[in-house]
């Protein structure tokens, strides 16, 4: 498993609707990508997020844009009359991520745009397995394309790597959150979806997508860890995690029955 790796040519414009200002930029491959900045707000840790999660939902076989490396050098975007996005620029240069650009997309509406109840609790069980707080009906993260649903931002996945002493919390952590997802609703095949997904996602799918994570993404303050060190981690809280599975289905199955 690899991404591909692209140099960065042309700032195009920035996305302000994100909250750590990611920009719609073009490629020395000539394809347009919203670029996620590891400048941002919550630093590399957001593109590990972004890179784990968008992996993990495209091996459950859900639809996620293609994710790319993307360099940025200290010339990029050097014209933008920005302050706040020339710091930006200063603050990301290196190795960050873009997620292919879907031109013509729109934001899926679960109350407009259909969805099949096996793709819904594919959706639910993925974003529970990895704590993804922002799939809510107020943000869903989500874009109807071609008629089709497509799953974006998973930044704010993985929240535990923000409290690294607490980590392990993580295994068996229900993940109340769920409750306020936007397809919860739809999500009626929940059990049906746990036994997919241990054929899908397993421990040698996890450490391929965790293998992924680049050294300079994974040098923190305060963590003495090495990234391989740190990779390790990541890989035996998610297969712990997966192996309680049970514990965040039920809640989710609990939640849903709350819900309807």
Request: net charge negative; with cysteine.
């Amino acid at each position: 498993m690899e991404l591909r790796h692209q140099k960065l040519t042309r700032y195009i414009l920035p996305l302000r609707e994100g909250g750590s200002l990611p920009a719609l930029a073009e490629a020395d491959d000539e394809f347009c990508y919203a670029l996620k900045f590891k400048g941002g707000g919550h630093g590399a840790k957001a593109l590990i997020s972004e890179l784990i999660g968008g992996e993990i939902a495209r091996a459950a076989g859900l639809k996620v844009p293609e994710l790319v490396f993307l360099d940025v050098d200290p010339l990029f975007g050097i014209t933008e009359p920005d302050e706040e996005i020339q710091d930006l620029l200063k603050a990301s240069q290196g190795l960050n991520l873009g997620l292919h650009y879907l031109k013509g997309s729109t934001t899926f509406d679960p109350y407009v745009n259909r969805v099949d109840d096996l793709y819904a609790s594919l959706t639910v069980w993925v974003d529970a397995f990895i704590m993804n707080v922002d799939r809510t009906h107020r943000n869903t993260n989500m874009l109807s394309w071609y008629g089709e649903c497509w799953l974006i931002d998973h930044g704010a996945s993985l929240y535990f790597h923000h409290n690294w002493n607490d980590r392990e919390k993580a295994v068996t952590s229900p993940f109340t959150y769920i409750k306020d997802h936007a397809l919860l609703q739809k999500a009626s095949l929940l059990e049906e979806a746990d036994r997919l997904m241990k054929q899908r996602i397993t421990p040698s799918v996890i450490g391929e997508i965790v293998d992924l994570i680049p050294d300079e993404w994974l040098q923190w303050d305060g963590v003495d860890d090495t990234p391989e060190q740190l990779r390790q981690e990541y890989k035996r809280i998610l297969v712990s995690r997966l192996e309680n599975s049970n514990i965040f289905v039920n809640q989710a199955i609990k939640a849903r029955n709350e819900l309807i």
